[in-house]
């Protein structure tokens, strides 16, 4: 089932296609860091770090483990490139647009390179490519099928991440019940400090 979030920027938007298989951190890590030595709070657990999870991705607009996401643009840039406005990048499965008449069609990987070395991933050109001139769809004729995280596992996000994470466990665990919490604790927004990125 995909879920759909709104992107800041308009004329864009993005829908989760496929779900990271591992969290940032274990389970078994959210125990030992709030020296909870039973199973009896495991489901509530669980819940707790997702929620984690999704607040610091929020907070950073950066994804932490490898997920599909499709995003769709409106039109294609007027430049030789394509921000993607999400990242980390670490892959591009296809760029397809929509015509007028909603026939859809796929631009050839070809015509161009994904840059994945920055915070936000692009699509660039390749030397003498032009981006399609069809008349697109008036909404969301872009699309942009691609891989979003650090990687496979919890090992590959960065350590300072990971430790955000168990913050933000360990602040949503001790404020239960409690409506007034902040979204991210002041410890772990420092933390997330050096990697957080503009929408």
Known sequence: MLSEETLAPMGMSQKLKTAPAATPVSLSEV???????????????TILLNAAVARVERFTNLKLINQTWLIYFDHFPTENFLNLRAGPLSSITSVKYSDENGTQATFSSANYIARTSGQHGEIILKLGMVWPDTVLQAHGGVEVECVLGHGAAGSNVPEAL???VLEVCAALYDG???????PIPAIAAALCGAYRVAP
């Not at 125990?31 to 030595?37: N, Q, S, V, W």
């Not at 239960?176 to 902040?182: E, P, T």
């Open 31 to 45: 125990k030992e860091f709030l020296r909870i030595d039973h199973n009896a709070e495991d489901t509530s657990l």
């Open 162 to 164: 990971r430790q955000a």
């Open 176 to 182: 239960r019940g409690n409506s007034d919490a902040k």
